[in-house]
């Protein structure tokens, strides 16, 4: 029987390449700290098992958190966690949620017109 972990792991068919879905919960693992800042992140071949992909897809996934900074290889030794990877995401001020608020409202009026005008020529 599989463990919770490597069942949430598997690559799902949702049109996002594999690659990008690992990567995914591998940043969502650091940012949680569940992989702490200086822990080595599973082999290859154990994450390829862990996500059902081929070693190629698994890869290119810590080549994207490699990339973003959130990981570093040391050559023989493997992949780690990088210190300082998982900063907390950023704060909305009131004033951006703000605006945020306002561009929403403008654009959900903007589509009702077009969908009123689209009626109206039917």
Same mark, same amino acid.
């Given at each position: 029987m599989q463990r919770a972990e490597e069942r949430r792991g598997?690559?799902?068919?949702?049109?996002?390449?594999? /690659? !990008?879905?690992? =990567? *995914?919960?591998l940043r969502e693992q650091i940012r949680t700290g569940a992989l702490t800042p200086g822990a080595p992140l599973p082999s290859t071949t154990r994450l390829a098992?862990? /996500?059902? %992909?081929?070693? #190629?897809?698994?890869?290119? %996934?810590?080549?994207?958190?490699r990339n973003e900074g959130l990981v570093i290889g040391q050559q023989g030794k493997g992949v780690f966690v990088r210190e300082g990877a998982a900063p907390a995401p950023p704060e909305a #001020? #009131? *004033?951006?949620?703000?605006?945020?608020? %306002?561009?929403?409202? *403008? !654009? #959900?009026?903007?589509? %009702?017109?077009?969908?009123? =005008?689209?009626? *109206?020529?039917q």
């Open positions: 598997m690559v799902k068919n949702t049109g996002r390449p594999g /690659y !990008l879905q690992i =990567a *995914d919960d098992e862990r /996500y059902e %992909a081929s070693l #190629s897809v698994v890869k290119l %996934a810590v080549g994207v958190l #001020s #009131s *004033d951006e949620l703000t605006e945020i608020r %306002a561009t929403l409202r *403008d !654009l #959900s009026e903007r589509l %009702a017109r077009v969908e009123s =005008a689209l009626t *109206d020529r």
